[in-house]
Each structure stands twice: as C-alpha cells, then as structure tokens.
C-alpha cells in the first residue's frame, strides 16, 4: 500500500445534509501528477492513469488513520474497516486536466467524528478551518523503470 499525502482546503468547509446525516465537507486535492516518495521509494503518478481513476473514488471512506488488522494494512473498504476507522467518505471525484490534479469533497460525518477514535482531532481541524494533510492510501501496481520528470 502506498501512502501518499493530500490537502483538504479547510477555507472552504461546509455543513451539509445527506441521507438525514450532518457532513462536514471540504474540499480535498488527493494527488496531482507527479513523482513522490511513497512509502515504496519514489514514484511517478502519470496523469492520464489518475484520470482514468475517477469514477472509483466516489463514496470511499475516510478513515482515521490506516485500517489494520492483525498488524497488516488493509483496505478501508473491508465492513471491519468501516466499522473501526471510517469517519465519512469521498464524493464529487473529479479529473482537473488543466492543473493534472485529482479533486473530490470530503464528507465527514459528524456522529463518527465524535465517536471514532482520534476523530475529534480531525473534527477540532474541520471547524477551526485549519489546513489538514491527510493521507490517500491506495493499492498499486508499480511498473518498475528509471527516468525523470519536468527534470
């Protein structure tokens, strides 16, 4: 698993509705094209394989941390996952071509920011609109290859 650091753009939180819930939603810029540490060296995320990756971010849960389970990381889609660590999820995933980022929402719900675990620091951020990083901890398959970019 890699993970990979993210900005929510805390200026910009709002309170909003859904399904009877209340959200607390920021937007989120989760990667641009690039290369990055990782947890696995440095990589490059090419723009086009982000792109095409749009559609599958929608409704992922945000969690506290990295879901683990008997000391391995797993993935936050798992029920366990949801049930231990999630605090709300993605929505509005969009492809900026212009500016080669990945941008979505984070909905936050409110109840699980008070009762998960380490989610009242998340919520204490939220609604001081302090800049959060957080942390898009995605599965890949790397093909391995030397090379620059931009230099």
Known sequence: MEK????????????RNLAGKKYLVAPVSMIVEGVFA??????????????????????????VGHPQMGGQ?????????????SVGMILNT????????LVAEAWFEETRLD?????NRIKEALTKQEPMEVSTGLFVDNELSAGQHQG
């Open 115 to 119: 009762t998960v675990p380490g989610g």
């Open 73 to 85: 990381y797993v993935s936050a889609c798992l029920p366990e996952s949801i049930d231990q660590y």
């Open 4 to 15: 990979l650091v993210a900005n929510l753009s805390l200026n910009k939180v709002q309170t």
């Open 38 to 63: 990782g947890s696995q060296g440095p990589l490059f995320y090419a723009g086009e394989e982000i792109a095409k990756s749009v559609g599958v971010w929608n409704h992922k849960p945000l969690t």
């Open 94 to 101: 969009k492809w900026n071509a212009s500016r080669k980022k």
